[in-house]
């Protein structure tokens, strides 16, 4: 299911709602949105009319400092508040890899590195998930593709939610429908260059699969990440999303 909303300058901005649980709920739609960077966002344009149709309350921007520095960010509006979380520590460019870099190990290893690193950040960004849910306000959250960051801290919401993991890797393959354009993209800022990575802008189940097998191995699940990881109480914050983001 494609649950991409059309934007003219955002090409992976989607709705998280629709998923179903082992239960057999489903994440209410128009509450949680997972996205590629805001900064493409331009005050005055149909865009950010679009934008702002949604009644988003919060948005959480997953990238470096020095990325919102070169790409900008979201512009400001006093109908929501914007927190920069940047959940990755060591910097790679995945433009710039050899054709021999095979993405299904590479891209997992570097999502658990993320993980591991970015406790602090994600533990806040999960908070900042809870306390919208609370509200019943929606809430977006990206990075600069909305593949990556926004794919990670995606699984770990829908899995707290009760989402399958076959489902949490449906998700996260539907970057696959946007990747053209964002090697377009890539392109344009670049001088017309493509990337020397064939997997640039990609994402293969395996890759989710893989990172969720290792998180698995490690912590015995996602709530053993978020309880042994990022001292949170990983029931807790379930009953807190659950509560207000599944419906019938």
Partial sequence: MDRHIRFDALHNFRDLGGCTTTD???????????????????????????????????????????????????????????????????????????????????????????????TKEIRSALELVAKAAESDTPLVFHCASGKDRTGLLAALILGLLGVPEPTIIEDFTLTELAAPALLADWKAHNNGRTPTWPGFGRAPEAVMRL?????????????????????????????????TLLGQ
């Fill in 24 to 118: 057999g709920h489903r994440v209410r739609p128009g509450r949680l949105y997972r996205a590629d960077s805001l900064g493409k966002l331009t005050q005055g344009t149909p865009d950010w009319s679009r934008f702002l149709a949604l009644g988003v309350h919060t948005v959480i921007d997953l990238r470096y400092p020095w990325e919102i520095e070169h790409r900008g960010r979201v512009p400001d509006h006093p109908s929501f508040t914007y927190h920069n979380l940047s959940i990755e520590h060591r910097p790679y460019t995945q433009a710039g890899l050899t054709p021999d870099v095979d993405p299904t190990p590479y891209l997992a290893e570097r999502y658990m590195e993320v993980a591991q690193d970015g």
């Fill in 211 to 243: 990172f969720l097998a290792d998180l698995t191995r490690r912590y015995g699940s996602i709530e053993g990440y978020i309880s042994e990881a990022l001292s949170l109480d990983p029931d807790s914050l379930s009953t807190t999303l659950r509560g």
